[in-house]
């Protein structure tokens, strides 16, 4: 053990209360006489877990210094406890954050929350204005930044002068030289609840006030419009996290939960996965980026069990040198765009077990998941893996989600037939729909019309009650009065054998209206040109005449997005000859 962490540890044991893990501390709520009821708060999960297993790994982390860093539950409760009191101490009651996966994100999450605070996690790859923008509609008054990241802050220090920035230097230290503003905070923090009586969980918030109470923020990622803040209350997350739990199977027997955080943490707030993973005591292993040749390192030498992805990084995760089939099953929660069966497939043959889930940041992430059932053992392996890409049913802590008739007035609520025909528009109703958008009124009213959270997903409603998305409304071809799916056409591109990604979208067409046009990507080795992909959808593909591509683009990379997705804007900006810088 360092010095420094000798010195802190002491520090702690001078002035720490043993952890109760069936404690209720307060606030008392306007229950507080009934002994059947608490305040829903995933805040608790963490002080849970290190009252029944303190020495339990909560996270591993390589640092910006390059250093292994391994923390306990109840090292990273007593760090997530101290920056809770430091927040309390100043009167913060609205934090940013614009970190990547680090333990300091991770503590941010259950402190900020503790202190009775809104947590505003950004998203670093956004431009300075937007991010000053998110800052300043959000009205933080400090921000958890990663000193990577503090230059992309200049456009909201000239805008909010006064905000407090709290650097994070992500190193393996926690006092001395390398240490920063941030284990100062926590250490400022700790002392101050020393001082003041040593309360420490049970002075906190570990269960919110009201469990109808904003947590946290998330933004929007406004690629057409300003970013909106979608309320995240305490209820809403603990019932997304339990659901995590749940449908992506983290509590099994046998091996713990060893949770690859590949998903941003900001994205969502993580898919409430920070929540989901300590509340099974899992550990986190955090990681700054994406690193192909790391995630298979990690996957081959340390416990990990699941992690979380777009099908993206999947598709590249799969194509990279270092694949090899593993010899422990890892299960990939597969979301934020439709996936292919055949990279279903890929990923399968590597031992990597995909699940899809579906959802929105209105959402906390998923609230479907593609369910599969044993008789699916039995189809033909295409089929199988076609089911297995569907978006499937509600999450069991929400109701079931339909597929309601987009050609009637809006806020008006009619089903379409469980064919798998007729197209609809996805809607959700239940406990994991988010509260709405923070001081947007209107936006909200509109993302509730009559009495359901709309998707903007164009789906069809399977005879199982499983649901299939075809397209967001704004990426369905009309060519020659046929609806061509931009996310069915790009599933079959990628069955070619040198084709390793897929954007289409709509181009003009003077005979049809609209024909799809395609961009590709080329797996490494591999060389291809874009007539002869055209030539193998006409003739080779299987597909309706009336679908193949009018031109096929071999591209080096497609535009993507923080989380994965496809920017199908830029493909069209792209396709009327805009720049590609």
């Known amino acids: 053990m360092s010095a420094a962490k000798s010195r802190l540890s002491s520090l702690l044991g001078h002035f720490q209360q043993p952890l109760d893990a069936n404690s209720t501390p307060a606030p008392v709520s306007e229950n507080e006489h009934n002994v059947n009821f608490h305040t829903l708060s ?25 250093q292994i860093l391994r923390r306990t539950y109840l090292e990273t409760a007593d760090r997530a406890r101290g920056l809770a009191y430091f927040l309390r101490k100043h009167g913060y009651k609205r934090v940013g954050i614009l970190c990547p996966n680090t333990p300091a994100f991770l503590e941010s999450i259950f402190g900020i929350a503790a202190a009775g605070a809104v947590n505003v996690a950004v998203n670093y790859r956004l431009k300075e204005d937007d991010i000053g923008y998110i800052f300043t509609h959000s009205d933080v008054e400090a921000i958890i930044v990663d000193q990577e990241y503090l230059p992309l802050l200049g456009a909201c220090r000239a805008a909010k002068p006064d905000v407090r920035i709290i650097v994070d230097t992500d190193t393996d230290a926690i006092e001395g030289e390398l240490a920063g503003p941030f284990d100062e905070a926590v250490l400022e923090g700790l002392n101050y609840d020393r001082d003041a009586g040593a309360k420490g969980w049970d002075g906190l918030e570990s269960q919110a006030a009201s469990e109808d109470d904003i ?18 209350t305490h209820r809403g997350c603990y019932l997304a996290a339990m659901g995590n739990v749940i449908e992506a199977g983290l509590n099994f027997h046998g091996r713990r939960c060893g949770y690859l955080w590949t998903l941003p943490m900001f994205h969502a707030m993580g898919w409430t996965f920070p929540w989901a993973v300590t509340a099974v005591r899992g550990t986190h292993y955090c990681l700054r980026k994406i690193d192909y040749p790391q995630i298979w390192r990690l996957l081959k030498e340390e416990n990990i069990t699941h992690f979380n992805a777009a099908p993206t990084v999947n598709t590249l995760l799969c194509n990279s040198w270092e694949a090899e089939k593993l010899p422990e099953p890892v299960h990939v929660t597969v979301a934020a765009s439709p996936p292919t069966p055949h990279l279903f497939e890929q990923m399968a043959s590597l031992n990597l077990h995909p699940v ?28 199988k893996f076609g089911r297995m890409a569907r978006q499937g049913h509600g999450f069991v802590t929400s109701l079931p989600v339909r597929v309601i008739k987009t050609d009637v007035p809006e806020g008006t609520i009619v089903d379409v037939k469980r064919d798998g025909k007729e197209i609809g528009e996805i809607v959700c109703v239940g406990n994991i729909c988010s ?33 299939q998305i075809l397209d967001r409304a704004k990426d369905i071809i009309i060519s020659g009065g046929e609806n061509i799916s931009s996310v069915g056409l790009e599933s079959m591109l990628v069955t070619h054998p040198a ?32 007539k ?11 597909i309706s005449k009336f679908m193949v591509p009018r031109e096929v683009e071999v591209v080096a990379e497609l535009p993507k997005t923080s989380t994965g997705k496809v920017r199908k804007n830029v493909l069209r900006d792209w396709a009327k000859g805009g720049s590609r810088s």
Do not use: C
């Open 42 to 66: 995933p805040t608790f999960f963490l002080p849970r877990a290190a009252a029944i297993e303190p020495d339990a790994e909560a996270i591993y982390h390589i640092t910006a210094n390059n």
């Open 215 to 232: 947590v946290a923020l998330a933004y929007t990622s406004g690629t057409t419009a300003k970013p909106k803040g979608v309320e995240y």
């Open 356 to 383: 899809h889930a579906y959802g929105m940041t209105e959402t906390y992430g998923p609230i479907t998941k593609g369910y599969q059932m044993p008789l699916w053992e039995k189809l033909p392996r295409k089929e």
């Open 435 to 467: 509260r709405g958008y923070y001081k947007d009124p209107e936006a909200t009213q509109k993302l509730f019309a009559g009495g359901v959270l709309h998707s903007g997903d164009l789906a069809v409603w399977h005879p199982d009650r499983a649901v």
């Open 499 to 530: 084709i390793l990604e897929a954007g289409v979208v709509a181009v003009p067409d003077s005979h049809w209206g609209e024909r799809p046009k395609a961009f590709v990507t080329v797996k490494p080795g591999r060389q291809l040109e874009g």
């Open 532 to 542: 002869d992909v055209v030539e193998w959808a006409r003739n080779s593909s299987g």
